[in-house]
């Protein structure tokens, strides 16, 4: 089974913090992933990478950026945290596949609350 | 604008009957589309998915359907199990390494 590992459950940061998420896939997958789930707005994708050092931007990048120095690690940061920033985050990750679509494995989340 | 829609918040099923879940896209581009199931404090876990050069694609009690016309997707589960009680998120794709694009969910209420 595929594994995605958010380092934490649940998070509370301060305004103007910079505030690291972490997530680790032990499944080797090339593609990794970044939502944010809001009541009422479903799923936003916020970044994702599909190589090591490779970053492409999502529907809500404003705000976050990311690193990929490793393979199996995506970690998102918010530069200066702010209030609208709480939600709850998701990481996932999948595989190209030889069909080229392949579905994605998510983590539990991370509840961020700004305060 | 929304490219994908749930126009369904919430939809209540009694355990045994037939539950279907509608999902409504806009994009042409979409070429692959995923049903995912969440429960609270839970990451969505994958249920079933289908690529565009199918219109159906059956798992156990699971069945998508996929109506490239209408630009239409519905999940059907049957026979609906209290365990089925989740919020469902449809989500579809392009090619490549594209993120998702979800609804934004419905709940399924499955009633003893």
């Known amino acids: 089974d595929v594994k995605v590992t958010q380092s934490s459950r649940y998070l509370v940061k301060r305004t103007g913090e910079k505030v690291f998420l972490e997530c680790v896939q032990d499944?080797?997958?090339?593609?990794m992933f970044w939502y944010r789930q809001d009541p009422g707005l479903g799923l936003r994708l916020i970044y994702f990478?599909?190589?090591?050092?490779?970053?492409e931007k999502g529907d809500i990048p404003e705000g976050y950026s990311v690193s990929r120095e490793k393979k199996e690690r995506f970690s998102l940061i918010l530069e200066s945290a702010s209030t609208n920033q709480t939600s709850m985050y998701l990481c996932?990750?999948?595989?190209?596949?030889?069909?080229?679509?392949?579905?994605?494995?998510f983590g539990d989340g991370t509840r961020l609350s700004i305060l | 604008d929304q490219q994908v829609k749930q126009n369904s918040p919430s939809l209540s099923v009694q355990e045994g009957r037939i539950s279907i879940l509608n999902c409504d896209y806009t994009?042409?581009?979409?070429?692959?589309f995923l049903w995912y199931k969440k429960y609270p404090a839970e990451g969505p876990t994958f249920l079933i998915s289908?690529?565009?050069?199918?219109d159906k694609n059956e798992d156990g009690r699971f069945t998508v359907f996929l109506n490239k016309s209408a630009k239409h997707l519905s999940l059907h589960i049957v026979p609906s199990q209290p365990g089925d009680s989740a919020v469902y998120f449809c989500?579809?794709?392009?090619?490549?390494?594209?993120?998702?694009?979800f609804g934004k969910g419905t709940h399924l209420i499955i009633q003893p």
């Open positions: 996932a990750s999948s595989s190209p596949g030889p069909g080229g679509n392949q579905p994605q494995h």
């Open positions: 499944m080797d997958h090339e593609n």
């Open positions: 990478s599909y190589d090591v050092k490779m970053k």
């Open positions: 994009n042409s581009m979409f070429d692959y």
């Open positions: 289908i690529s565009s050069i199918k």
């Open positions: 989500a579809a794709m392009g090619r490549g390494a594209d993120g998702l694009t």
